[in-house]
């Protein structure tokens, strides 16, 4: 009942979602999408990773304060800097170990950063949007706790701190 349910208000969004020029756009799934990262060192191989969740894609824009003397109704606000959260990748455990040798490598003071990009698939699976990030840094891996009393898939969790994302629109 949920699934029917949840497809009955993708509908409604959908027959809603109309752009500026009056144009009607279905939008994009959030299900599909893959992580691509260089690997520069490695023969310029480029790392295509099928996370399952990809979290941290946001910026924050603080503001400076600045009350004038005399002027009592308000206080000015400025623009100062952005902000980035990290860049939390999941995705399902494999034998290929390119994540935590770079963290590992990252940990002995070979720090290399690498730039990368998040890209958002459509319905079809052709690329509509990418986050691209440059200068990224492994400062955490996981792999959450192994239970010989579950079914559960083994994920590994890495977190990167980068420079910031820069966003283009692929399609339409």
């Known amino acids: 009942m949920a699934l029917i349910d949840d497809l009955a ?4 969004v959908t027959a809603a979602a ?9 939008p994009l799934p959030a299900y599909r999408f893959d ?12 790392l295509v990773a099928a996370c399952t969740e990809i979290s941290g894609l946001e910026c924050e824009l603080s503001t400076a304060e600045y009350q004038e003397g005399g ?15 990290n860049l939390v990748l999941k995705h399902g455990l494999m034998e290929d170990d390119a994540l935590w040798r770079w963290h590992q490598d990252t940990i002995r003071g070979d720090v290399v950063r690498r730039n990368g990009a998040v890209v958002l698939r459509d319905a079809a699976g052709e690329p509509a949007m990418r986050w691209s990030f440059s200068a990224a840094m492994p400062v955490k891996w996981s792999v959450p706790a192994l239970n010989a009393g579950t079914s559960a898939l083994a994920f590994e969790t890495i977190e990167l701190v980068h420079r ?5 629109v692929l399609r339409g």
């Open 35 to 46: 992580l691509e990262l260089d690997l520069l060192g490695q023969s310029g191989r480029r």
């Open 71 to 85: 002027q009592n109704g308000y206080v000015h606000r400025f623009r100062d800097r952005a902000t980035w959260p």
């Open 164 to 168: 910031g994302l820069e966003l283009s």
């Open 18 to 26: 109309i752009d500026f020029l009056g144009a009607r756009r279905a």
């Open 9 to 12: 208000k993708a509908a409604r």
